[in-house]
């Protein structure tokens, strides 16, 4: 017993002083977050890097004849003309409770690589309350998506 107590020791120590790199650190308990880990971008040398996603703000405005309830949703939808408004062709969505009348602040995140030069891209949107239609756009609005300025996007009372 004596013999093995010192050959592990031995073994322990010469292991301790070889140089050899630890191996993968143990996975944290369970319930407890992975430590973040940063993963590089690609990017090719002599020209910047892209970002991965970039935005597009605006205000939806509507006439308020009754006051909305909170519980109305205003549903805006970027998407390329070409495709129409299918999934495929849509570049962004996003949804929001309607909390003052007139006007709603919107922004919508697409990524810039789904952006095809020479394209027309249309924005919509909508207010509905409990799946019924209270505002739409009559037209879908042109936006220049190279243009960083602010959109307005007016929406109608359905009748």
Known sequence: MKRIATLLATSLLLSACSGL???????????????????????????????????????????????????AKLTVSLYSASAGDTPAGRLAQRTLFVKQPGQVPFRLDYAPSRVKSGERYLLSGRILLGGRPLYLTQEPVVVDLNDAGEVELPLQPVR
């Open 21 to 71: 790199r630890p191996g993968p650190a143990t996975p944290p308990p369970a319930g407890q977050p992975l430590p973040p880990t940063e993963q590089p971008q690609p990017t090719t040398p002599g020209t910047p890097a892209q970002p991965s996603m970039t935005s597009l703000s605006g205000q939806a405005t509507f006439t308020a004849n009754e006051p909305v309830p909170p519980t």
